[in-house]
């Protein structure tokens, strides 16, 4: 391996501990009560590479608070996806299992992870393309996350699927 290959993995490597940090961190100050109730909760400040070969733009990924709430089961009809293992969706959606087109939106997709839910289901990720946030205050473009939680029936929802990529 060249140097400048070395140090260009090590540097991605560094970014992806980031996103973990900066993600971890907004979810600690909204259990908190320190961020406004309008702000969204900043995922990652880019797009996976993988989803901008598939058209999308290069924009931060958002999710709402109420949607954070949900997923780790602070709410009625959670998802019950531990803190611990959705603290790794920014790293998670650089390596995908799937990607397929949704069933429900034409502007989405289902990002298949390889991280699992309580009961080991396969945690799944809806991605509005082109959507908006407020994010600080401010009202900004992005690749919106709609959705993450354990995907029961998995293999049926995966074969009844367009299939748009695939490890």
Do not use: C
């Amino acid at each position: 391996m060249k140097k400048s290959e070395y140090i260009s993995m090590v540097i991605g490597l560094d970014e992806q501990l980031e996103y973990i940090k900066d993600f971890k961190e907004q979810i600690k100050l909204m259990q908190e009560n320190k961020i406004s109730t309008w702000d969204v909760i900043q995922v990652r400040k880019d797009t996976p590479k993988v989803l901008q070969d598939l058209g999308f733009q290069n924009l931060p990924m958002l999710i709402t608070q109420s949607h954070i709430k949900k997923i780790i089961g602070n709410r009625k009809g959670n998802h019950d996806v531990p803190i611990e293992t959705l603290i790794k969706i920014p790293q998670a959606l650089d390596f995908p299992r799937y990607i397929l087109k949704s069933k429900t939106d034409a502007e989405s997709v289902v990002i298949v992870t390889s991280l699992l839910d309580k009961i080991k289901n396969p945690i799944i990720v809806s991605i509005k393309k082109d959507g908006k946030g407020i994010f600080n205050s401010v009202e900004i473009k992005s690749n919106f996350i709609t959705s993450i939680y354990g995907k029961e029936k998995f293999n049926n929802f995966v074969n009844s699927s367009e299939i748009l990529y695939k490890k």
